[in-house]
């Protein structure tokens, strides 16, 4: 834990998988001063690696799989079964949980009847872990000097009625590369897991092999999961 979390939080368990290009961790969270009936909740929250050694947490610390409600039969207690599995476009995550009632509020005998642990299965759009999000105002994002092999630029997002996705390219220092402006960049719209990006009449890019560029993404009214390049 460190100085953002309640005094409250341990860290109680950790699964990592790898994931695409990077290190995906499921992080157990601890909290034992709750208000409700429960002697303890553990939540899922989200961590991510380069390396595979130091993790990071990221996603806010919103709960990845969010707690049933109190009438529900996983209000308290989450812990995932193993690594996360790819089934077409979605990602399923399967768990166990069970309600952990506090004996000393309403009996031992409640709350050792309602301690039945049980299987449960979350899912996920493909990529569909953290997402950058933008609303009715375009916002922008620019990425580190890239460099890569592929020519096809591919993006995972859900844009609404109304919105766009689009990309430029840019060199190191940050000037924009013909023919790969903003304004060139065809819209990408709808919900879509897997959609080629260009530009007019272009569907692929060529970088030099001198030179690092970096992608900027400009979004309105859209939720950008993921990108690479093919």
């Avoid at 430029?168 to 000037?175: M, P, V």
Wanted: charged residues 25%.
């Amino acid at each position: 834990p460190d100085t953002l979390d309640d005094l409250d939080t341990q860290i109680y368990e950790h699964y990592s998988f790898y994931y695409e290009s990077l290190w995906i961790g499921l992080m157990r969270v601890m909290h034992t001063e709750l208000v409700d009936k429960s002697r303890k909740q553990t939540v899922v929250e989200l961590t991510a690696s380069r390396d595979g050694r130091h993790f990071t947490r990221v996603g806010n610390r919103e709960r990845v799989i969010p707690l049933g409600g109190m009438h529900e039969w996983d209000p308290h207690y989450h812990a995932p079964t193993s690594h996360p599995i790819l089934v077409g476009d979605e990602i399923w995550i399967y768990y166990f949980s069970m309600p952990l009632l506090d004996g000393n509020k309403v009996g031992k005998e409640k709350a050792d009847a309602a301690q039945i642990s049980r299987i449960g299965l979350a899912m996920l759009r493909r990529d569909g872990f953290v997402s950058l999000d933008a609303q009715d105002r375009p916002g922008q994002v620019v990425t580190r000097p890239l460099t890569f092999n592929g020519t096809q630029l591919n993006v995972n997002a859900k844009i609404a009625e109304g919105g766009y996705l689009k990309v430029g390219l840019r060199d190191a220092a940050g000037k924009p590369v013909a023919h790969y402006q903003l304004a060139d960049c065809n819209p990408v719209q709808g919900d879509v897991t897997s959609a080629r990006v260009t530009w007019h009449n272009r569907d692929q890019v060529h970088r030099p092999d001198d030179q690092s560029w970096r992608l900027v993404f400009e979004l309105k009214n859209a939720q950008l999961y993921s990108f690479w390049i093919d």
